[in-house]
Nanobody
Framework: QVQLVESGGGLVQAGGSLRLSCAVSGGTLTDYAMGWFRQAPGKEREFVAATKWSGSRPIYEDSVEGRFEISRDNAKNTVYLQMDSLKPSDTALYYC???????????????????WGQGTQVTVSS
């Protein structure tokens, strides 16, 4: 059973940066497409970024395009989300997610993902 553990969240001022990490255990990372999602209070969980097994051609939600970067180190079984130029609207609980046997695809729909971490809080002050 694969397990995901996020880290790296915190409190940052607007314009600042954070790097989230997602450590994957119990599986081989190249078997999984990976994604980052976020959920703000009172809102639905929304897609942020996704990467297929190779890490090539990542996809992003429009509001984070150009500010966030998803990457993966398959040798370390870790996925990252580098977040720059943070805005107060980025404040949310950020989740890492994994989809097994994804082929050469990345996924934006949270229903495609079968494994989730516990989340890490990101708070951006104005």
């Amino acid at each position: 059973q694969v397990q995901l553990v996020e880290s790296g969240g915190g409190l940052v001022q607007a314009g600042g940066s954070l790097r989230l990490s997602c450590a994957v255990s119990g599986g081989t990372l190249t078997d999984y497409a990976m994604g980052w999602f976020r959920q703000a209070p009172g809102k639905e969980r929304e897609f942020v970024a996704a990467t297929k097994w190779s890490g090539s051609r990542p996809i992003y939600e429009d509001s984070v395009e150009g500010r966030f970067e998803i990457s993966r180190d398959n040798a370390k079984n870790t996925v990252y989300l580098q977040m720059d130029s943070l805005k107060p609207s980025d404040t949310a609980l950020y989740y890492c997610a994994a989809r097994y046997w994804a082929g050469s695809h990345a996924f934006t729909d949270r229903r495609e993902y079968g494994y989730w971490g516990q989340g890490t809080q990101v708070t951006v002050s104005s």
